[in-house]
């Protein structure tokens, strides 16, 4: 997870010079609040510097940072403390630890000796030096570990003070996330589960060691490791994670964990100096909030532990409601920070839980609500495979390293969430149990889980309006269908971690993951690879002339950014529709053109995508398919005279992509996607691509093709004041018209309509079609018969034929219509007068 620089006004390097007018103007808009917080963090900073505040306490400075009255006659020495920790944690840590021989037999009986040999041969690699950080594989980083070094350009950061470091700059450290994701000691977790498992005292002694070399070598404010106050608050649980779990190995004494209360007590004094406020209020916040809440709950014989406890509690209040819309979405736009959203509040809540701090039930309500509205996204995002998205940028780091899941496989989460708020869906999309669950609610947590009687969510698609996202598919089994397009704004705050993705969809045939997100792949590497993967071309969307629909500034920022806008979400049982627009492309100089994407999904059949583009002038478009590594697509010739784009083996399930666009064709290529950070692999690269001047439309068919069916077809025929397309499907012959404007009404010899989109099926043997699906019109007749005419705009419309009883139902209401039997004709979409 990434932090944000600080402003280059902050810095209080001795010898700069600052413009007055430059400071005047950016503190100009700031709230007193912000310029308080600031100039005390400033002050705070040169104190440091001047070595009057942030050293390392004496044992007797110590005694006076604690709370006497935990101890009453007994002196406050390294034993005590132990002693009171351990006490403190039997009952408000997690539940897991209260009962490890329990927890340690139930874990091999759960998971197997797959998941403990995973756990123990990960741990024998990091005692042997071995390292996995992020999507870096088996980095040798030695037995003594330098934790200043970045072992992918072999740069190490110098011992200045924390405030000297430029977080964004590569030059001096090279890529920080990569020396901070060791230094969140996370693989303490890992050795502290090998040691579980196996009572091998080598990994209690490689932790130990760890943690005796890292407080040598990282003195107290000097340092990268002191940059970050997110960085210290994930140390400040890993390592109150790993307590408990050595606490019975020989390696790990009472004088060990006395030199780690000191350091400890200085993260916490520093994350509560430093906190992220005005920085980077964002998962940053949440996650200092949430070590704070460690520390004054772990450890509340710090004196200042109330303090800490209080301040971690009202923030992570206080920014639920910021950082999450109404209708669940994390307002940066990205699954991974979503996740990390998740995790962090169902930690508070479970160690809130077992602190006994009860809030009114009223808020107690509003936050669990909250929380599962959270979950509740990632659950309906999840993929018929179970993997999920990873929409915006992906930092790869994680809560806890609980067990050897993908890493876009956030099934964990839900099956936690279920155990902990009595939910069905979350389990029958979760699935079995995880090593998460056990670690955090215990083996009554994972009981618990396995009496809950699971169900499919109540909804198969789902909207969420505010977010921007809508999710279509046909069913929850691992055989149907799934898309997913995203139409939100590009990110909070500056949009630091939002892709230009907007109109994106991503896509699962029958239960096969297809159309992919790039990923994020790197933050710092360089500024092309970080463009290119946050950039349109990256994701499955129209580009026009080879920009991107949000232009990239610096690698956390945008020059501009595209404003989506949702015009039509609609969800029924038969089909969904989806219709959008951004004006990302209206910056072109000289000739703005607007992207409107509508998506009309026939459930249990296929997609159907229309791109209308309203420009002037001469324009380039690439309309973007990148498929999932492994995929195999060919481009091939249709029947119908054009080409389409398919994977369609004899022995497995495929799919034919149809698209329909003036002077375009289809090319194929090779390009990068990443599901984890550091991480990138080849991947097919589809586009279809034209040239056009003035408004343009390019329609998109994505069909599902069965072993043994026959292999669908898609044909564009004439049909005046609209397009009109036939597909062949499964042994229907189906239409779809699109009406060239709202009041335009497109006649034909079988029926009439001003709805912008008719869908029709008509069976072998048929004159008239068997069902219709109709989205946003006044009017339709067929066969001569007044179906539908309104004096408003109907949202839509479906109807379903029964010998010659035409049963409608629509958004004002349900009726029914007979209607005349007609003979077997072939020229249903002519117009009257080619008859």
Not at 504 to 514: D, F, N, P, R, S
Request: charged fraction near 25%; include cysteine.
């Amino acid at each position: 997870m990434r932090s944000f620089p600080p402003a280059k006004e902050d810095s209080l390097e001795v010898g700069t010079m600052v413009n007055p007018l430059d400071k005047i103007r950016k503190i100009r808009g700031k709230s007193w609040e912000e310029l308080r917080t600031r100039g005390g963090q400033a002050f705070s900073v040169y104190s440091e510097q001047m070595g009057l505040t942030g050293k390392m306490p004496s044992d007797t400075e110590f005694v006076e940072l604690i709370d006497k009255s935990f101890f009453g006659k007994s002196p406050v020495i390294a034993e005590s403390l132990w002693v009171k920790f351990f006490k403190n944690g039997d009952e408000r840590f997690f539940p897991s630890f209260a009962r490890r021989k329990e927890t340690t037999q139930a874990y091999r009986q759960l998971f197997g000796e797959k998941s403990a040999s995973w756990f123990i041969d990960k741990a024998s690699k990091i005692a042997d030096g071995r390292f996995d950080l992020l999507g870096y594989l088996s980095l040798e980083l030695g037995k003594e570990i330098d934790w200043h070094f970045e072992p992918i350009t072999g740069k190490r950061s110098p011992l200045k003070h924390w405030k000297q470091f430029d977080e964004l700059d590569v030059t001096e450290t090279g890529d920080k996330k990569i020396v901070w994701e060791l230094n969140r000691h996370q693989h303490f977790f890992t050795l502290g589960v090998a040691y579980w498992l196996t009572r091998d005292e080598r990994y209690a002694a490689v932790f130990a060691r760890h943690l005796e070399s890292w407080m040598e070598q990282n003195p107290p404010g000097m340092g990268i490791n002191w940059c970050s106050s997110l960085e210290l608050a994930f140390r400040v649980m890993s390592w109150t994670w790993a307590f408990h779990l050595f606490r019975d190995s020989d390696s790990f004494t009472p004088d060990l964990f006395h030199r780690a209360l000191k350091f400890l007590y200085l993260h916490g004094r520093h994350i509560e100096k430093y906190l992220s406020t005005y920085y980077s209020p964002n998962t940053h916040l949440t996650g200092e909030a949430l070590g704070l809440y460690y520390l004054g709950t772990q450890f509340p014989f710090f004196e200042r532990s109330k303090q800490w406890r209080k301040m971690g509690e009202d923030i992570l209040l206080s920014e639920l409601d910021r950082q999450v819309f109404p209708d669940g979405v994390y307002f940066e736009q990205s699954t991974w920070y979503q996740k990390y959203t998740a995790d962090f509040y169902t930690h508070f809540l479970i160690l809130k839980t077992l602190f006994g701090d009860e809030l009114e039930t009223e808020l107690a309500d509003k936050i669990e609500n909250r929380v599962q509205s959270v979950i509740d996204f990632l659950m309906y995002v999840t993929r018929p495979d179970g993997t999920t998205p990873i929409i915006g940028d992906d930092d790869g780091g994680r809560m806890l390293p609980y067990g050897r899941s993908a890493s876009d496989d956030f099934r964990s989460t839900l099956v936690t969430g279920a155990a902990l708020f009595e939910r069905g869906d979350y389990k029958f999309v979760g699935g079995d149990p995880v090593e998460e669950t056990l670690w955090l609610l215990g083996v009554e947590g994972v009981q618990s889980f396995r009496t809950l009687r699971a169900h499919e969510p109540h909804e198969t698609s789902y909207k969420f309006p505010r977010g921007g996202y809508f999710v279509m598919r046909d069913g929850w089994s691992e055989y149907d269908n799934y898309l997913l397009v995203d139409c939100g704004e590009v990110g909070g705050l500056s949009g630091g971690h939002g892709h230009a993705d907007t109109l994106a969809i991503e896509v699962a045939v029958q239960g096969k993951t297809l159309l992919v997100d790039s990923g994020t792949y790197t933050y710092h590497e360089s500024r092309e690879l970080r463009n290119y993967f946050r950039s349109t071309t990256a994701h499955n969307t129209l580009v026009i002339d080879k920009i991107s629909s949000s232009e990239p500034g610096d690698k956390f920022s945008w020059k501009t950014k595209a404003e989506a806008k949702i015009h039509s979400l609609i969800s029924q049982e038969r089909f969904d529709y989806f219709e959008g627009s951004h004006n990302g492309y209206e910056r072109i100089a000289g000739a703005p053109a607007t992207h409107q994407r509508s998506i009309l999904f026939l459930k249990n059949d296929y997609w159907i995508m229309r791109d209308f583009v309203e420009a002037s002038g001469d324009h380039d478009y690439a309309l973007n398919f990148h498929l999932k590594t492994g995929t195999k697509p060919m481009i091939e010739g249709s029947e119908a005279g054009g080409f389409y784009v398919g994977q369609t083996p004899s022995n497995e399930d495929g799919w034919r992509f149809f698209t329909f666009g003036d002077n375009g064709g289809w090319q194929r290529k090779e390009s990068w996607a990443s599901t984890n950070y550091g991480k990138k692999v080849n991947t097919p690269f589809l586009r279809f691509v034209s040239k056009g001047t003035g408004p343009q439309e390019f329609f998109t068919f994505m069909l599902p093709v069965g072993v043994g069916d026959e292999k669908p077809e898609v044909f564009e025929t004439q049909l005046p004041g609209g397009r009109a397309f036939v597909i062949e499907f499964r042994g229907y012959k189906d239409i779809v018209v699109f009406t060239d404007a709202v009041d335009q009404m497109v006649r034909t010899e079988l029926f009439n309509t001003n709805f912008k989109v008719l869908w029709g099926r008509l069976s072998p043997g048929e004159s008239l079609p068997e069902e219709f699906v109709l989205v946003g019109g006044t009017h339709f007749t067929l066969g001569g018969r007044e179906i539908i005419n309104y004096p408003n705009m109907v949202e839509y419309a479906v109807a379903r034929r029964f010998g010659n009883k035409l049963n409608v139902r629509t958004s004002e209401g349900l009726f029914g219509v007979s209607i005349p039997q007609r003979r077997p004709q072939t020229y249903i979409l002519k117009n009257p007068d080619d008859v």
